[in-house]
């Protein structure tokens, strides 16, 4: 499967992103805006290998949809569009499983990723449950396929992202959970699926529905993906 057939990030529609919380880190984001193709030069080190992000659900399959006025796919699908967009610029090739509102089988997702021999695959969820007390990010990843080096991979790319979400937002953290999940258990490379909040827990989801809060969430995915990216690359 060639990306042309597909989803590609610099098919994204044009929009200005800006950022009201600045991190205490070594090198910060400026509010960005779109760009056809990423900015090597702007890149923390060398990579030219492909990130997956994967808005969940979609189409015929609407996600949660405790928030009335929307649905989890269409949070999913803003949500990720803003991590796309921030991982563009800061140098790294993204593409998306989906850009629009469409439905597209698990398997098919996964295959995506592996087709192009992706170095990560993220998906973006938000939560919900039967309690309204439910409340926080918690990071899945698929520990059951007895492949130590990816399940380890994995493990460390989820602690990663939730620290940096959690450093992001103050949001509480749910942790890193071990989940037999299709689209991280099918991929071959490092894999997560990220739950962003609870749309039943109405103070959060208060939170979510806010343009700002969901730009810090996908600041914080970003950074994490650059900041794993970064401490692998120092391992070699």
Same mark, same amino acid.
């Given at each position: @499967?060639?990306?042309?057939?597909?989803?590609?990030? /610099?098919?994204?529609?044009?929009?200005?992103?800006?950022? $009201?919380?600045?991190?205490?880190?070594?090198?910060?984001?400026? &509010?960005?805006?779109?760009?056809?193709?990423?900015?090597?030069?702007?890149?923390?080190?060398?990579?030219?290998?492909?990130?997956?992000?994967?808005?969940?659900?979609?189409?015929?399959?609407?996600? $949660?949809? =405790? &928030?009335?006025?929307?649905?989890?796919?269409?949070?999913?699908?803003?949500?990720?569009?803003?991590?796309?967009?921030?991982?563009?610029? @800061?140098?790294?090739?993204?593409?998306?499983?989906?850009?629009?509102?469409?439905?597209? &089988?698990?398997? /098919?997702?996964?295959?995506? =990723?592996?087709?192009?021999? *992706?170095? %990560?695959? %993220?998906?973006?969820?938000?939560?919900? *449950?039967? $309690?309204? $007390? =439910?409340?926080?990010?918690?990071?899945?990843?698929?520990?059951?396929?007895?492949?130590?080096? !990816?399940?380890?991979?994995?493990?460390?790319? *989820?602690?990663?992202?939730?620290?940096?979400?959690? @450093?992001?937002?103050?949001?509480? /953290?749910?942790?890193?959970?071990?989940?037999?999940?299709?689209?991280?258990?099918?991929?071959? @490379?490092?894999?997560?699926?990220?739950?962003?909040?609870?749309?039943?827990?109405?103070?959060? !989801?208060?939170?979510?529905?806010?343009?700002?809060?969901?730009?810090?969430? *996908?600041?914080?995915? &970003? %950074?994490?993906?650059?900041?794993?990216?970064?401490?692998?690359?120092?391992?070699?």
């Amino acid at each position: @499967m060639n990306l042309h057939k597909w989803l590609i990030c /610099s098919l994204l529609p044009t929009f200005l992103l800006a950022c $009201s919380h600045t991190p205490a880190r070594t090198k910060t984001l400026n &509010a960005f805006t779109p760009i056809a193709q990423p900015n090597y030069a702007n890149a923390p080190f060398k990579t030219q290998s492909l990130i997956v992000i994967d808005p969940g659900h979609g189409g015929k399959d609407f996600g $949660s949809e =405790a &928030a009335k006025t929307t649905t989890e796919k269409e949070l999913n699908l803003k949500t990720s569009k803003f991590v796309a967009h921030y991982l563009q610029q @800061m140098g790294f090739p993204v593409a998306m499983t989906r850009i629009d509102d469409r439905f597209i &089988a698990l398997q /098919s997702r996964a295959d995506m =990723a592996n087709d192009e021999n *992706a170095i %990560l695959f %993220l998906s973006v969820h938000y939560n919900s *449950a039967p $309690s309204p $007390s =439910a409340e926080g990010i918690e990071v899945f990843y698929y520990g059951g396929d007895k492949k130590t080096k !990816r399940t380890a991979a994995s493990k460390a790319f *989820a602690q990663t992202i939730l620290e940096s979400v959690i @450093m992001e937002t103050d949001a509480k /953290s749910r942790g890193v959970k071990d989940g037999n999940l299709a689209v991280i258990r099918e991929t071959q @490379m490092p894999a997560i699926l990220i739950e962003c909040g609870f749309l039943t827990n109405a103070k959060e !989801r208060a939170r979510i529905l806010d343009l700002n809060y969901r730009k810090k969430l *996908a600041k914080g995915i &970003a %950074l994490g993906v650059r900041d794993y990216l970064r401490n692998t690359a120092n391992e070699k």
